[in-house]
């Protein structure tokens, strides 16, 4: 089955700064990859994604990049603020396109 | 659109008592849904996939006795534990595919059960 390894686990930068979480998935068939935000005691939400026959996508401060060849995709915020504080989580789909596997998650933290 | 309902929000149980899960989807109709659990500071793990209609699919270590899954209707999936222990105290959350806006993967609102 597809595994999904997201780094790093924790990240703090100062207000204003750029943040970038990386991941990669094993199952070279997947082609539908979610990024997630979670805050505490929530459900995700989905904050940006991408498929397999595109490299990038940016909406506003957040853009994702997609990197089929080496299997790994990345999620950049530009200009953060505290309120982008939470727990994100990549996801990519199995080849079956129907169950979504997580990686572990990301704390983010944002200082003022 | 996409609106997953999921209840109740939160609920406390005796060890060895059963607790139901609720998961609609309120403005579409969802052929399969998933069941998540999450533990504090921890990713979200599939439990199970619910296909209307049919059994469900459990993935390795779900103990299916124990989690019960009834997915009846297009638009209700139910989690049931049964004889709850503290141990199952978790973060229970269900999804569903919307088919719309691409894969449309839906998320309920979560239920925090604690098992005393």
């Known amino acids: 089955g597809e595994n999904v390894e997201q780094h790093p686990s924790t990240l703090s930068v100062q207000e204003g700064d750029s943040a970038v979480i990386k991941c990669t998935y094993s199952?070279?068939?997947?082609?539908?990859f979610p990024w997630y935000k979670q805050e505490l005691g929530k459900r995700p939400q989905l904050i940006i994604d991408?498929?397999?026959?595109?490299g990038e996508k940016k909406d506003q401060r957040i853009a994702v990049t997609l990197n089929k060849t080496a299997k790994h995709f990345s999620l950049h915020i530009t200009e953060t603020q505290p309120e982008d504080s939470a727990v994100y989580f990549c996801?990519?789909?199995?080849?079956?396109?129907?169950?979504?596997?997580f990686g572990k998650g990301t704390m983010l933290l944002v200082s003022p | 659109g996409a609106v997953v309902s999921q209840h109740p929000s939160w609920v406390i149980c005796k060890s060895g008592t059963s607790v139901k899960i609720e998961c609609r989807s309120l403005?579409?109709?969802?052929?399969?849904m998933f069941w998540y659990r999450q533990f504090p500071k921890q990713s979200l793990m599939l439990m199970a996939t619910?296909?209307?209609?049919?059994?469900?699919?459990?993935e390795q270590g779900v103990e299916k006795d124990k989690f019960l899954i009834n997915h009846a209707s297009l638009t209700l999936s139910t989690l049931t534990v049964t004889s709850a222990h503290p141990e199952d105290s978790s973060f229970y959350i269900c999804?569903?595919?919307?088919?719309?806006?691409?894969?449309?993967?839906?998320f309920g609102s979560g239920t925090r059960l604690t098992v005393v």
């Open positions: 991408i498929r397999s026959n595109v």
């Open positions: 996801a990519a789909t199995d080849s079956g396109y129907s169950t979504l596997t």
């Open positions: 999804s569903a595919r919307s088919g719309t806006r691409g894969y449309g993967y839906t």
């Open positions: 403005d579409f109709q969802a052929t399969t």
């Open positions: 619910s296909n209307e209609g049919s059994k469900a699919t459990y």
């Open positions: 199952d070279s068939a997947s082609n539908y």
